[in-house]
């Protein structure tokens, strides 16, 4: 079946359609001829699909080594016990109660009715057929002028910080710049955390050149990622047969920030902080914000998380980064806190976040007790949200969008509007228990202006939407959020014209410099 796929495509009718059929149904209407030797004389089938717990116990044992434990953890996983069953409609039960004695499943309070077919996401790779209208039009992402113009990225960074948004400008960027660092002689040493890579990735590829090149690489790669162990625990190996420091992670800590640390001998050194994870894969469809930076209090401080991560107990101190377990979320309940400080004195204020998910408690509350202060609150957030909007008296400042779009939505940025001089951040981290107490998260402050204003506008631009939005209020609906008399606006169309007007004026500008010389 894996070779063949789940969805077959038949010969196209006469009226021109084409017609695909689920290889489920094909294994249905065969079963007389599959079955064809063992006498019988009626045929049903049914679907049913069981899920088993994935979660790894993993025991330190210092004789066995990181790489070993988590290895055999991983073909442990295999074994996991069911822990749901989903059956599809008129399954008959005597069937069903001596497969779900064969599972063992206790709780009946897990075993549920499905549909006929299970396992939708194989829908991702439903077969292509042309046609108008079946396929989104192609956004190719914007090369940036530098990578264009072939301009050494490390010289562009130490001038001005840049901001990359993929997927609309090229995550070829990223990849450009540590291609860069690996070859040139004025790069020393480049440090880097992995979390979840491509196959045969070429972030992978870089740093493994750059070592083979004499420069002092470290990377923290991340064994412990849900179901890319396997992947994770060969990039080390491969990374260590380079010549590379590989770090583990700190135990009881994921290292879930994403975060390169670039050390160059004729000026200031250089980091890149991520919303997202270094996998040329997912910057094609995810939405996620690359900031590249030369600010030394920040590079300095990218540096020390990496000291952080190699000795746990080093005593460590974040005078601008936002970093967790150790007072992310402290600095944020402060921040919250500072708005409705300053709403209650007369000063402006607001909050406006884009995040994945929130579900931690002091956070939600926090907010509620701002919004019945009177700050106006706009969230955008795609997947998990504790909050219930309209409540009078709680939450009537609240507003909550979520976009479903060609791209999924999993840039963070953080805006407090602090008085009147606003205050922006960005990185990889929700506001999750697991994110801000159990794992090692980064958040950058952003200092560069023309940075802040386009994080203001990915924003505006989301609450904005009305073509792909939907409304959060809590009650489970998303609600579709409607023209209702306005412009039609698409935020994630919008934003690709942005960037192209804004990569194209830059454009213009590099070669009008040119010129002049």
Not at 97 to 102: A, T
Request: charged share 30%; with cysteine; glycine share 6%.
């Amino acid at each position: 079946m894996a070779s063949i796929g789940r969805f077959v495509r038949l010969p196209d009718g006469k009226d021109h359609k084409a017609y695909i059929i689920y290889i489920d149904d094909i294994v249905r209407f065969h079963l007389p001829y599959i079955f064809n030797e063992m006498g019988y004389e009626h045929f049903d089938a049914y679907a049913f699909k069981f899920s088993k717990d994935a979660k790894m116990q993993v025991e330190s044992d210092p004789e066995e080594g990181v790489l070993k434990t988590i290895s055999e953890a991983v073909r442990e996983r295999r074994k996991g016990m069911p822990v749901r069953a989903i059956f599809g409609e008129g399954v008959p039960e005597d069937l069903k109660k001596d497969l779900i004695k064969r599972l063992d499943v206790d709780d009946l309070d897990l075993v549920t009715v499905g549909g006929r077919y299970h396992n939708n996401k194989d829908l991702m790779h439903f077969p292509y057929v042309p046609g108008k209208g079946l396929r989104y039009e192609p956004w190719p992402s914007i090369e940036i002028p530098e990578v264009q113009k072939g301009i050494s990225l490390i010289d562009r960074i130490r001038k001005k910080d840049l901001l990359i948004h993929v997927p609309y400008e090229s995550f070829d960027s990223f990849i450009r710049f540590l291609q860069e660092c690996a070859i040139s002689p004025r790069v020393k040493e480049i440090k880097a955390t992995i979390y979840r890579a491509a196959n045969n990735s070429k972030v992978v590829k870089a740093l493994v050149a750059a070592a083979q090149n004499g420069k002092k690489v470290t990377c923290m790669v991340e064994l412990m990622a849900r179901f890319n162990e396997s992947s994770n625990i060969l990039i080390s190996q491969m990374l260590r047969d380079a010549g590379c420091e590989v770090l583990t992670g700190a135990e009881g800590f994921k290292v879930h920030g994403k975060i390169v640390f670039v050390k160059v001998k004729d000026g200031p050194d250089i980091a890149v902080i991520s919303s997202g994870n270094f996998h040329e894969g997912n910057a094609k469809t995810y939405t996620d914000c690359l900031l590249f930076t030369a600010d030394r209090k920040i590079v300095k401080e990218i540096d020390s998380i990496f000291t952080m991560i190699a000795r746990p107990y080093a005593p460590v101190r974040f005078n601008n980064l936002l970093v967790s377990p150790l007072k992310m979320e402290s600095v944020f309940q402060r921040l919250i806190r500072k708005e409705e400080q300053n709403h209650k004195k007369g000063l402006p204020s607001g909050i406006k976040i884009k995040i994945n998910h929130i579900t931690d408690k002091p956070m939600v509350s926090l907010l509620y007790e701002a919004s019945a202060a009177g700050v106006p609150i706009k969230l955008l957030v795609r997947g998990n949200c504790s909050l219930k909007t309209g409540v009078r008296g709680i939450s009537d400042n609240i507003e909550i969008h979520a976009i479903i779009d060609r791209y999924l939505e999993h840039s963070r940025i953080f805006i407090f509007e602090n008085g009147g001089t606003p205050l922006y951040f960005m990185g990889s981290a929700d506001w999750m228990p697991r994110n801000l107490y159990n794992r090692i998260e980064v958040i950058a402050p952003i200092y560069d202006p023309d940075i802040q204003k386009e994080l203001e506008t990915i924003v505006d631009y989301g609450m904005a939407d009305n073509q792909k939005a939907a409304l959060v209020d809590g009650s489970g609906k998303y609600l579709p959020i409607l023209p209702n008399g306005k412009k039609p606006f698409r935020s994630q169309e919008e934003l690709y014209d942005y960037y192209l007007e804004k990569d194209d004026k830059e454009l213009a500008e590099l070669e009008r410099k040119e010129l002049k010389k």
